[in-house]
T-cell receptor, first 108, second 114 residues
Framework: EDQVTQSPEALRLQEGESSSLNCSYTVSGLRGLFWYRQDPGKGPEFLFTLYSAGEEKEKERLKATLTKKESFLHITAPKPEDSATYLCAVQADDKIIFGKGTRLHILP | EPEVTQTPSHQVTQMGQEVILRCVPISNHLYFYWYRQILGQKVEFLVSFYNNEISEKSEIFDDQFSVERPDGSNFTLKIRSTKLEDSAMYFC????????????FGPGTRLTVT
């Protein structure tokens, strides 16, 4: 069964304290892995797509990496405005399977 | 910057009633999707739509659900006879094509069934 597991469920960091969020997946025929940011009461906001093991992408303080079984979202020197829920999702055929997300809270 | 829009932002309906949720995808996008998110739970795929037909649907998308692209801009989700457990946030998304798979989400419609 296709599955996406994110850890930790919640993470509190001090401003400037770097860390990583994990997304492990089991899916037959991975077509792509996605990271989204979701603020309360809003729709997911697209961040990155990764297609193959070894691929990395960066955007401001965020960097996403991909292996054959998991992906990491590294956040460097985060700021309070980075507080959000970060969602990982994988593409299988024409549907996307989401993880439960990691709630990230950055303390000033 | 182009964005996906959804109306209404909040819909309250009584159990057994029909509801139609509306979405305007980004204009040059060809693939359209509906997702739902029950409060506190993960985002769940409902259906994908391309070239005026459903390309894939989940187990959640049963006979009570239907989708339509009635004109060149709107994409709708209809729930024929709502149940209490249909209460959720419903998100529409669209993507340029299948190869990129980068889906852009709308702000959602909160459906409350009483």
């Amino acid at each position: 069964e296709d599955q996406v597991t994110q850890s930790p469920e919640a993470l509190r960091l001090q401003e400037g304290e770097s860390s990583s969020l994990n997304c492990s997946y089991t899916v037959s025929g991975l077509r792509g892995l996605f990271w989204y940011r979701q603020d309360p009461g809003k729709g997911p906001e697209f961040l990155f797509t990764l297609y193959s093991a070894g691929e990395e992408k960066e955007k401001e303080r965020l960097k996403a990496t991909l292996t054959k079984k998991e992906s990491f979202l590294h956040i460097t020197a985060p700021k309070p405005e980075d507080s959000a829920t970060y969602l990982c999702a994988v593409q299988a055929d024409d549907k996307i399977i989401f993880g439960k997300g990691t709630r990230l809270h950055i303390l000033p | 910057e182009p964005e996906v829009t959804q109306t209404p932002s909040h819909q309250v309906t009584q159990m057994g009633q029909e509801v139609i949720l509306r979405c305007v995808p980004i204009s040059n996008h060809l693939y359209f999707y509906w997702y739902r998110q029950i409060l506190g739970q993960k985002v769940e795929f409902l259906v994908s739509f391309y070239n005026n037909e459903i390309s894939e649907k989940s187990e959640i998308f049963d006979d009570q659900f239907s989708v339509e692209r009635p004109d060149g801009s709107n994409f709708t989700l209809k729930i024929r006879s709502t149940k209490l457990e249909d209460s959720a946030m419903y998100f529409c998304a669209s993507s340029v094509d299948r190869s990129t798979y980068e889906q852009y989400f709308g702000p959602g419609t909160r459906l409350t069934v009483t």
